[in-house]
């Protein structure tokens, strides 16, 4: 090798550690990010001792997919538990002292008592004033889950509008991508941001990617919906309003077409958007639908006449726990009125509160029991989805950080072995300058002889 192709060869060398170690500065920078995707220069060697870089994005689309999958699925079960939470608490609280099984007991103990004692009339009064209490905590039920059902949907609206935006962010982002490889660049921080925006639309919808042979990406949705092919499809959504009893909740469209809610199990889960939608339109309803038959049931043993509650309807149960109420002519603070109209076979009634009776068959529970074993099955059922939906978000959260830490120590940056890479980088910089110093001398020695 000749000195001036040994001069050529370590300034070429020296070039390509300066190259490296910025960009090792780079990633211990963005160490950090946790967006940010670790870089790699890979060292090719050439003919006469030539060495040239070429930068290297560790991406790992399998593991940024699996990331994806469990970051909707615990989307999904987070949304589901703070509703099946909010729907416990409408009578969880105290022991669930003001819950209609708790208060159908008081009722029946209150009936019991008057039945034993008939001529006392403040027995007869307590009897009525369970019942008007619980009368009030069906109403309240009612109207809390109607609540909690408006609340969900107006959360679905923003939801529906998050995704909109980022899917706009997603087209603007690719256009970058597209430019940066046209004037020949890598693009890699715009690919980063691209990763960014996914994960974070993984949270509102459950999605998979196709990337194309040109880079590009389309985005699908929890049910094989299109959500993004070279430009966003509109994600529609018109809020439903107030949301009573028996009214159902608008769809959220794609393209026009409604998301499956048969969708919501599918392999790549279903983000915030799916468990929003599950507690609006499947849970939420089926525990109105058994406060409502607790209510129908009340109104059918007591219906007289005259009839102890009213609001109850034969022909459609939908609502009845929001309307029932105490007949006033129970009421002894009324002309004429009193609990002396209950009649004189108050054991019939107390007993009827114990026969087996036919239920709705599309309520979740037995549909045939007695209305105090129904109630008590209502407030287990739905204790039973809370407990279950907290331990779901309880393990998909744990998955979905184990996902995380995975595609980290894959395409992370781990800055004690860059570290250890910037020291060695350095020696060998060093290394490489001593021999241009050296070979530098020569050249000087030589042509001092020549002279």
């Not at 159902?248 to 599918?266: Q, R």
């Not at 114990?354 to 109630?375: A, C, H, V």
């Not at 779901?392 to 250890?420: C, I």
């Amino acid at each position: 090798m000749t000195l001036g192709t040994a001069l050529s060869t370590a300034r070429n060398s020296l070039k390509t550690s300066s190259g490296q170690m910025s960009v090792v500065s780079q990633n211990i920078g963005s160490a950090r990010d946790t967006n940010y995707t670790h870089r790699t220069t890979h060292v090719l060697s050439g003919a006469n001792g030539m060495v040239s870089s070429k930068l290297i994005r560790d991406d790992n689309p399998e593991l940024l997919g699996n990331y994806l999958l469990k970051s909707s699925q615990s989307a999904a079960a987070a949304a589901i538990n703070d509703g099946a939470t909010q729907l416990s608490n409408i009578y969880g609280t105290n022991d669930f002292e003001n819950s209609p099984s708790r208060l159908l007991d008081d009722f029946k103990k209150a009936l019991q008592f008057y039945a034993n004692n008939p001529s006392q009339r403040t027995a007869g009064d307590a009897a009525i004033d369970k019942a008007k209490d619980l009368a009030n905590s069906l109403n309240a039920g009612s109207k809390a889950i109607d609540k909690i059902r408006t609340d969900t949907d107006s959360e679905i609206k923003d939801s529906v509008d998050h995704i909109n935006d980022l899917l706009k962010q997603f087209q603007q982002v690719e256009k970058e991508i597209a430019n940066e490889k046209g004037l020949g660049r890598d693009g890699y921080a715009y690919m980063d941001q691209r990763d960014a925006i996914l994960k974070e639309l993984s949270q509102e919808i459950g999605i998979t990617t196709v990337t194309h042979p040109d880079g590009s990406m389309s985005i699908y949705g929890m049910d094989d919906s299109t959500l993004y092919d070279k430009v966003p499809r509109q994600v529609s959504y018109s809020p439903s309003g107030p949301l009573v009893a028996g009214k159902a909740g608008s769809p959220v469209l794609v393209d026009g077409v409604p998301l499956s809610h048969d969708a919501f199990n599918s392999p790549n889960g279903s983000g915030k958007l799916g468990g929003l939608l599950k507690v609006r339109d499947e849970i939420a309803p089926q525990y109105q639908k058994q406060l409502d038959e607790i209510a129908n049931a009340l109104t059918d043993i007591f219906k007289g006449p005259p009839a102890l509650f009213e609001g109850g309807d034969e022909t459609n149960v939908t609502g009845t726990a929001g309307r029932i109420s105490v007949n006033p002519e129970f009421d002894s603070n009324t002309v004429d009125g009193g609990p002396e109209k209950l009649g004189n076979d108050i054991q019939k009634l107390i007993d009827n509160l114990d026969k087996p009776r036919n239920f709705g068959k599309d309520t979740g529970l037995d549909n045939t029991q007695s209305i105090t074993s129904y109630s008590k099955q209502s407030l287990s059922w739905m204790e039973g989805v809370r407990q279950s939906a907290t331990s779901d978000n309880e393990y998909k959260s744990t998955m979905f950080s184990r996902a995380g830490e995975a595609l980290s120590n894959e395409t992370g940056v781990n800055t004690d072995d860059e570290m250890a890479l910037m020291l060695q980088l350095e020696q060998t910089y060093s290394a490489t300058a001593r021999i241009i110093t050296t070979v530098g001398k020569m050249l000087d020695d030589l042509m001092s002889a020549v002279r």
